[in-house]
């Protein structure tokens, strides 16, 4: 097993909770035994839960270099990692879309009724002043 697949565990916790757990490349293995103990990113991702608008919460990520695996031939070039990180959001599709406009609706189907209660008061009030009722 070679050095650099011990080097790196990462530890990323939301609001302080920790979600994570194991090495960099999400595989869900021990960063010391390579056994999984943690969730595989890998294939299915990590859930961070449910936000609704206005929601946030505070996603932290540390990642440690286990210099005690490192040996003096380590630091003998420049070296970097490139890391790809996706995040995506899904719209739950069992919740209800809210319902705009529909007071806006409901209020027009209230105001001409009125309006037409008010045209039929009117009509016979001028019937019954001008005598033709």
Known sequence: MSNSARVAPVLITLDGREIYAGRLRGDGKDTHTMKGNGADMLDKGLDLGEYKKGDYGVLKFVVT?????????????????????????????????PDTGEIAKNGLYILLILLLLLCVVFYYRYRRLRGNC
Do not use: C, H, T
């Not at 286990?66 to 970097?80: C, H, I, P, R, T």
């Open 65 to 97: 270099a286990d210099v005690g695996y490192l040996s003096a031939e380590d630091f003998v070039e420049v070296s970097q990692a490139r890391i790809r990180w996706i995040f995506s959001a899904a719209k739950d599709e069992a919740a209800a879309p």
